[in-house]
């Protein structure tokens, strides 16, 4: 089989290089000249774990190949992925769908034969018929169907997720269509993988449903720790007690500064958009978004705090500012929030972070970057871990201590055990632990 992928970001690249690996014949394209020249030489433009091996190895075999423009793989394309960015629009937080539309009229102007038309973007509920209604309007006489499909891929395991996905949730509106997605989809198929077969608008609220929920959950366990920090209780084992019942599950219990990332705070936004357009409340959602950003501003205050409020020309160690470990993306991540507020309350800020670096120093200025946690930590008044990579699992206290003026960690994501620091002589200070 043969398939155009639109967007080579995390979603299109990951998908691209996954569909080849599968064995089909994978055109990516980007209208980006110098991302699609890196690509085609090997150079991935995003990090994510084990991406430059598949790509490689897809190149090379023949089943992956990358263009700036769509024609000519379009014509004998049996599916046209649309994998472009849906930002958060600026003012209003509904979703920027002008990226998802100009590939819509561009696929309806080339389209010569049946084709799939594939929305693997986070689209809000209805974009799936608005671009069917674009391409009827552009070319009336195209062959098509449009689906939903979207991808449920964290950042740093995005391979793997969508390797051995917990679900394949696709919205079409033809067996034609379903039976194009099926046979694209049979190596997981034949992995028994589950098949959520829907209509476009259940597809396309799926997504959306199931990623305000994670936020949701994730935002529950940070607000029960603020609880147990005042009752004295232990976050961690309160996220385990809960976990353990079935119906709840382990995972995204893990309280923290507050979710980042490219897709929760975007995605709550604007399921939070449609539901007060179609006038239908949905308060959770609302708190959720709320709840967290306000989470997230506070957290500059706990390490002020650990330093007895005052900062002014002190001077702050930050461990990690990408939005979570073993990615580079920076979107929405807590320091956004921290480390600005530490230098406007007077704080000279260090910090190092192994992949984040690179697109951090854009976004903070008057950070001095450093080339690991020791030379971040050197003289300084206290340090705060604010992302939770492995190489911050296991510093050593003695060495810590030597480096620092005066022992003071933060720890927003509960790496180390208090009593373990304490009894290492710091002033450790952790999120919903006594
Ligand atoms: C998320 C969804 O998990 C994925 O299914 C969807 O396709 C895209 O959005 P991603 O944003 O890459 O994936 O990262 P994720 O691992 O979900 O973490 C999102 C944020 O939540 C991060 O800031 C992370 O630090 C935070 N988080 C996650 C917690 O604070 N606690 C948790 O237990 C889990």
New binding site residues.
């Given amino acids: 089989m043969k398939i155009v992928v639109l967007g080579a970001g995390y979603v299109g690249l990951v998908s691209a290089a996954c569909f080849a690996e599968f064995g089909t014949q994978v055109t990516c394209v980007d209208q980006s000249e110098e991302k699609i020249d890196a690509l085609s030489k090997g150079r991935i433009p995003i990090f994510e774990p084990g991406l430059d091996d598949l790509v490689e190895r897809n190149v090379r075999n023949g089943n992956l190949s990358f263009a700036t423009s769509m024609v000519p793989a379009i014509h004998d394309a049996d599916a046209v992925f649309i994998a472009v960015g849906t930002p958060t629009r600026r003012g209003d937080g509904h979703a920027d769908l002008s990226y998802v539309y100009g590939a819509a009229r561009e696929i309806a102007q080339n389209l010569s034969r049946y084709t799939v038309v594939v929305t693997k973007s ?1 689209v809000p509920v209805g974009t799936g018929h608005e671009i069917a209604r674009l391409i009827r309007e552009t070319n009336p006489t195209a062959e098509f169907d449009v689906c939903s499909n ?9 391979i793997n ?1 969508f390797m051995r996905p917990d679900r394949v949730v696709i919205g079409c509106e033809s067996d034609r269509a379903a039976a194009v997605m099926k046979a694209l989809y049979r190596p997981l198929y034949l992995i028994e993988t589950p098949m959520v077969i829907a209509g476009l608008e259940t597809a396309e609220l799926t ?1 959306y449903a ?2 305000a929920f ?2 949701a ?2 935002t529950f ?2 607000e029960i720790a603020d609880l147990c920090e005042k009752v004295g209780a232990d976050v961690q084992t309160v996220a385990k007690g809960m976990g353990l019942d079935g119906r709840i599950g382990r ?14 705070p975007k ?1 709550t936004l604007a399921l939070m958009r449609t539901s007060q357009d179609k006038g239908v409340p949905m308060r959770l959602v609302e708190a959720t978004i709320d709840v967290n950003n306000r989470r997230k501003k506070h957290m500059a205050s706990r390490i002020m705090a650990a330093c007895g409020d005052v900062v002014k020309g002190k001077t702050i160690a930050i461990l990690g500012v990408t ?2 470990p073993n ?1 580079d ?1 920076m979107r ?3 320091s956004l929030d921290v480390i600005p507020a530490l230098q406007e309350a007077g704080a000279v800020v260090r910090a190092y972070d192994p992949e984040g670096m690179d697109e951090a120093e854009k976004l903070l200025p008057g950070v001095i970057w450093c080339k690991d946690a020791y030379e971040a930590m050197h003289g300084a008044d206290a340090a705060a871990i604010l ?2 990579w492995n190489e911050f699992r296991a510093l050593d206290p003695a060495r810590m201590k030597a480096v620092l003026k005066s022992p003071v960690l933060v720890d927003l994501r509960n790496i180390y055990k208090p009593e373990d620091m304490r009894a290492a002589g710091f002033h450790y200070t952790s999120i919903g632990r006594a």
Avoid: Q
Wanted: glycine residues 12%.
């Fill in positions: 986070t979207p991808e449920f891929l964290r950042e740093g395991s995005a997720d997504k199931a990623n994670l936020a959950k994730i366990i940070n995972k995204f219990l893990h309280a923290g500064p507050g979710y980042g990332g490219s897709c929760f995605d939005f979570k990615t993306d929405d991540s807590v992302t939770e």
